[in-house]
T-cell receptor, first 110, second 112 residues
């Protein structure tokens, strides 16, 4: 599976949009981009995933570049509860499990 | 809807003791996974299963055994616990090839 690169940390003001970048320049055609977050020591929480089209759900939006080499997770109106470590993971189809990197620690500031 | 349930939530063991962690899912998922997370680090895959009766090794399988006798349950065993196995253990499950994994709340295990 393709590896991902994320900034180690980011800050965001409460109420503003949080834009979390992820580079996955070696992604192949059948690999999806998944985003998870982990709040404190809770279990990772699924946020969103996509293949090549932009995706939106009640939590966030996922923007994937046309060449699929990078993506951005957007939390439209960040709250203090969104403070967490965010993981961007690329995974192919079939039996391959998710492989977690170090993620981005997002701090939402009042 | 319980989702993924891990039992127990907390446990303290002495070195050399054995124990089994239980993961149960009520979503009829085919795939199940065991991860461990050490302080300040990401999750590392221990073992996984792609269906009832199957198991496979992950990144850090040494010192652990697993069984998937029933589709809804995935057991993680420590035969002789060591202090290096002090960690938080997370179970996850999913259905389908491109579907997301759903995680339990974790089991916090300390080995003295």
């Amino acid at each position: 599976d393709a590896k991902t690169t994320q900034p180690p940390s980011m800050d965001c003001a409460e109420g503003r949009a949080a834009n979390l970048p992820c580079n996955h320049s070696t992604i192949s055609g059948n690999e999806y981009v998944y985003w998870y977050r982990q709040i404190h020591s809770q279990g990772p929480q699924y946020i969103i995933h996509g293949l090549k089209n932009n995706e939106t759900n009640e939590m966030a939006s996922l923007i994937i570049t046309e060449d699929r080499k990078s993506s951005t997770l957007i939390l439209p109106h960040a709250t203090l509860r969104d403070t967490a470590v965010y993981y961007c993971i690329v995974r192919g189809s079939g039996n391959t499990p998710l492989v977690f990197g170090k993620g981005t620690r997002l701090s939402v500031i009042a | 809807n319980a989702g993924v349930t891990q039992t127990p939530k907390f446990r303290v063991l002495k070195t050399g003791q054995s124990m089994t962690l239980l993961c149960a899912q009520d979503m009829n998922h085919e795939y199940m996974y065991w991860y461990r997370q050490d302080p300040g680090m990401g999750l590392r895959l221990i073992h996984y299963s792609v269906g009832e009766g199957t198991t496979a090794k992950g990144e850090v399988p040494d010192g652990y055994n697993v069984s998937r006798l029933k589709k809804q349950n995935f057991l993680l065993g420590l035969e002789s616990a060591a202090p290096s196995q002090t960690s938080v253990y997370f179970c996850a499950s999913r259905t389908g090839s491109n579907q997301p994994q759903h995680f339990g709340d974790g089991t916090r295990l300390s080995i003295l």
